[in-house]
């Protein structure tokens, strides 16, 4: 995105926060307390943008794919963490893979892929991973935010908890969905050591959730809650 443009974005997206903030923060009549990570300071924020390039991730029936929703929501995360005081860095900021190109297999390419990702989190141990994703099954009635969490560092737990418990009280209070801790093919959480989420913000699969994802001002709220849930694990007695 070139410099003009992403001004008149963060310009745009500060407008549609004021409100949103307004809406959401109006909503949070419980805090959830959770145990303090960072010692009341913002963590550094790593904010991964699932999938791009030749590697897609779900499509959905209307052919919508996954790795747009992605970034999308992935570029609200970060212009908001930005104007919430937070020092953020984002993974990928266009519909490129991370991967070496010159590599002759998908699969590959595929590692390759994350293993850049990974080099990122290394680089930057102090940094928080929150890496943006969407749900797909074959029950289309399946709905709602979930959060997993890496169990190699104890922040992720609570973290997780944060970002579900945020989601639900302000946005979904029909879901019931629990934190679950990562399993074995989700590769960055299994290995990273940093406080490390996922976030499957919704259900492609879902045809009303589907609609809402694709949805510039449903996404900004998505955004909202992930940047609350994290600032809430950060500072639980925050006040606004
Ligand atoms: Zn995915």
Redesign the pocket.
């Known amino acids: 995105m070139k410099t003009y443009k992403k001004i008149l974005y963060i310009i745009f997206i500060t407008g549609i926060a004021t409100l949103i903030c307004l809406d959401v923060v109006s909503q949070n009549g419980q805090q959830v307390m959770q145990s303090s990570i960072y010692n009341n300071k913002l963590p550094l924020l790593i904010i991964d943008a699932?999938?791009g390039g030749e590697d897609g991730?779900?499509v959905a029936s209307d052919g919508t794919v996954?790795k747009e929703i992605?970034l999308n929501i992935a570029e609200q995360v970060y212009s908001l963490s930005l104007l919430l005081g937070f020092d953020s860095l984002m993974t990928r900021c266009s519909d490129d893979a991370l991967s070496d190109k010159t590599l002759s297999t998908i699969r590959e390419r595929k590692m390759s892929d994350i293993d850049a990702r990974m080099k990122i989190l290394s680089e930057h141990k102090e940094g928080c991973l929150l890496s943006i994703?969407?749900n797909q099954f074959a029950d289309r009635t399946c709905s709602g935010m979930q959060v997993f969490y890496s169990e190699n560092n104890e922040m992720s737990q609570p973290l997780a908890s944060s970002i579900q418990s945020y989601t639900i009280n302000n946005l979904q209070k029909e879901n019931t969905r629990k934190i679950k801790p990562t399993t074995d093919d989700i590769y960055m959480l299994k290995h990273a050591n940093n406080p490390a989420v996922m976030v499957e913000c919704g259900f492609m699969s879902n045809e009303n959730e589907l609609q809402n994802l694709k949805n510039q001002r449903y996404g900004t709220k998505i955004a909202m809650c992930i940047l609350f849930g994290v600032l809430d694990a950060s500072n639980p007695e925050r006040n606004i």
């Open positions: 699932g999938h991730g779900a996954e992605n994703h969407q």
